[in-house]
Nanobody, 129 residues
Framework: QVQLVESGGGLVQAGGSLRLSCAAS????????MAWFRQAPGKERQFVAG????????RYQDSVKGRFTISRDNAKNTVFLQINSLNPDDTAVYYC??????????????????????WGQGTQVTVSS
């Protein structure tokens, strides 16, 4: 497992942007597939975006395609989530998660919560209308 610490959440007006960061501790960061989940008040947690360890594959929830971009800097053990054109429906706690270690050749990004075994504490994103 790796330890994950998110940052970058906050209060933003609709139409604005945020960049979430997740710093991972431990070795062999490239061996971990990373993802972001979110949980809105009164709703189930849902997959938002994911990226493989080699960054060759990304995957997004349909509702965020074109607005959210996941990326990673393996030299800095950090994964990012750029969020543009925010709307009130994006209000949620955003969690950074890790799955691994996996072979560096892995090209599959899981959207299943149960397949991720390391979780950050979450960062709140609130979008005002």
């Amino acid at each position: 497992q790796v330890q994950l610490v998110e940052s970058g959440g906050g209060l933003v007006q609709a139409g604005g942007s945020l960049r979430l960061s997740c710093a991972a501790s431990g070795r062999l960061f490239t061996g971990y597939s990373m993802a972001w989940f979110r949980q809105a008040p009164g709703k189930e947690r849902q997959f938002v975006a994911g990226i493989t360890g080699n960054a060759r594959t990304t995957r997004y929830q349909d509702s965020v395609k074109g607005r959210f971009t996941i990326s990673r800097d393996n030299a800095k053990n950090t994964v990012f989530l750029q969020i543009n054109s925010l709307n009130p429906d994006d209000t949620a706690v955003y969690y950074c998660v890790a799955r691994g270690p996996l072979p560096i050749t892995n090209i599959y990004v899981s959207s299943l919560e149960g397949q991720y075994d390391s979780w950050g504490q979450g960062t709140q994103v609130t979008v005002s209308s």
